[in-house]
């Protein structure tokens, strides 16, 4: 999974638009993620395969540390979320904790309802000594991932959807955008070739 130890690629042959790298290392019991970059739906597939491959090693505690992130979207937020729901259904231990978050993005999971659901350390006190340790552990995640269109409109939807199990008003704020990946989806299926 991770390909080099240190600072994201910055390659200048990069699009505008290239995902925001996503960093993760080992830091005594904790999986931590730093995300480098706005949180979106280009770089929630990582994230979630991240959150699924060190799950199924056993990991239960994991941070997400959002010092560089300015910004998360619905999808980023929904697999964030859809991590830490999973983690409550399989077992009474475990954790997604939210770190350094910035004041627009703890407004974001609070207006959500997330704050509530995911581990959100609102005056930096959590996981000190780790913070202190984290940044020699750190290597960049392949951000070249095998994905087809298909599979990246199913989870987006499913992001999503989680988003909209959380309360009433997270289902009617995406109740539209879920019909719209819905349809997006059926199509996708019609386009796949058959087998």
Same mark, same amino acid.
């Given at each position: 999974m991770p390909t080099n130890n240190g600072s994201p690629n910055s390659d200048p042959g990069? =699009?505008?638009? &290239? @995902? &925001? @790298?996503v960093l993760v290392g080992q830091v005594g019991d904790l999986f931590w993620m730093r995300v480098e970059g706005k949180g979106s739906f280009q770089n929630s597939l990582q994230v979630k395969r991240c959150f699924q491959t060190m799950m199924s090693r056993g990991k239960r505690h994991f941070v997400v540390d959002l010092e560089r992130? @300015?910004?998360?979207?619905?999808?980023? /937020? =929904?697999?964030l979320t859809g991590a830490a729901l999973h983690l409550r259904e399989t077992g009474p231990v475990g954790e997604v904790a939210i770190v350094n978050a910035n004041a627009r993005n703890q407004q974001l999971l609070a207006s959500l309802g997330l704050d509530h659901i995911l581990d959100v350390d609102r005056d930096g006190s959590r996981h000190s000594q780790e913070r202190r340790e984290v940044n020699s552990e750190l290597s960049c995640v392949e951000s070249g991932l095998n994905c087809g269109k298909a599979e990246h409109a199913e989870h987006v939807l499913e992001a999503h959807e989680v988003l909209s199990s959380v309360n009433e008003q997270n289902a009617g704020r995406f109740r539209d955008v879920i019909e719209? /990946?819905?349809?997006?989806?059926?199509?996708?299926?019609h386009q796949a070739p058959a087998k």
């Open positions: 990069k =699009g505008i638009n &290239a @995902p &925001a @790298p992130c @300015p910004i998360m979207d619905s999808t980023f /937020l =929904g697999t719209f /990946l819905e349809k997006e989806v059926r199509d996708q299926e």
